[in-house]
């Protein structure tokens, strides 16, 4: 309750969602949450593949199936997200905004010790 009396209902805090930052977090592929799925024609290429994905540490999904054409649209875009950069953010979270990490509390008491 603040000291000052007025008519009318108390004011709602502004939602978290208006300081620019995004507390959800994004699921990536090749993770346990989002694996990569894989369809080859053989067992020796899964084989391969299984070696490829243990390097790297991504979860994968690999299925053989001598029908269909071979589908590695999800490596590709897992080694070519790993020849890029990784995104700088440049815009950095003032006292009163939420904390980036996520963790639902306010910069000057999460992180900005």
């Given at each position: 309750m603040?000291?000052?009396?007025?008519?009318g209902?108390?004011?709602k805090?502004p939602?978290?969602?208006?300081?620019?930052f995004?507390?959800?977090?994004?699921?990536?592929?090749?993770t346990?949450?989002a694996?990569?799925n894989?369809?080859v024609?053989?067992?020796?290429?899964?084989?391969?593949?299984?070696?490829?994905?243990?390097?790297n540490?991504?979860?994968?999904?690999i299925?053989?199936?001598?029908?269909?054409?071979?589908?590695?649209r999800?490596l590709?875009i897992?080694q070519?997200?790993?020849?890029s950069?990784?995104?700088?953010?440049t815009?950095k979270?003032?006292r009163?905004?939420?904390?980036?990490?996520g963790?639902?509390?306010?910069?000057?008491k999460?992180?900005g010790?």
């Amino acid at each position: 309750m603040s000291k000052f009396f007025y008519k009318g209902g108390s004011m709602k805090k502004p939602e978290h969602s208006s300081a620019g930052f995004s507390v959800s977090k994004t699921v990536r592929l090749g993770t346990d949450k989002a694996p990569a799925n894989i369809s080859v024609q053989t067992e020796e290429r899964k084989q391969e593949l299984i070696t490829v994905f243990s390097e790297n540490g991504w979860a994968s999904i690999i299925k053989v199936n001598m029908d269909q054409p071979e589908d590695i649209r999800d490596l590709e875009i897992l080694q070519n997200s790993q020849e890029s950069t990784a995104a700088i953010t440049t815009k950095k979270a003032n006292r009163n905004d939420p904390c980036p990490c996520g963790s639902g509390k306010k910069y000057k008491k999460c992180c900005g010790q």
